[in-house]
């Protein structure tokens, strides 16, 4: 399933940690504090309990996992400077051009 994950972390250091996490799960870096891409619900179990840990030491944060389901991208709007590739993201090529 495709997942749009953004979070807002006030602590730098958690916040560069989870991004790392998040980037390493293979996940596509859309916007600054955004992500999407694809995760097995295993894999989305794994990135939550990760997320969990590394908050832990955080007050003020949230962090938001939205399913999107691949047929809801066909209607999706973008106005961006530098559009993205979402053929790639939802998995229907292998090749992300910039």
């Given at each position: 399933?495709?997942?749009?994950?953004?979070?807002?972390?006030?602590?730098?250091?958690?916040?560069?940690?989870?991004?790392?996490?998040?980037?390493?799960?293979?996940l596509?870096?859309?916007?600054?504090?955004?992500?999407?891409?694809d995760?097995?619900?295993?894999?989305?179990?794994?990135?939550?309990?990760?997320?969990?840990?590394?908050?832990?030491?955080?007050?003020?944060?949230?962090?938001?996992?939205?399913?999107?389901?691949?047929?809801?991208?066909?209607?999706?709007?973008?106005?961006?400077?530098?559009?993205?590739?979402?053929?790639?993201?939802?998995?229907?090529?292998?090749?992300?051009?910039?």
């Amino acid at each position: 399933m495709m997942y749009l994950i953004s979070y807002d972390i006030s602590l730098s250091s958690v916040r560069t940690r989870v991004a790392k996490e998040l980037l390493k799960a293979g996940l596509e870096r859309i916007q600054y504090s955004v992500f999407a891409g694809d995760l097995t619900d295993a894999e989305r179990l794994r990135m939550e309990s990760k997320i969990q840990k590394l908050t832990a030491k955080a007050t003020d944060f949230s962090v938001l996992l939205l399913p999107l389901h691949h047929d809801m991208l066909s209607g999706l709007g973008e106005i961006s400077s530098y559009p993205l590739d979402w053929a790639y993201l939802k998995g229907e090529k292998k090749i992300l051009i910039l």
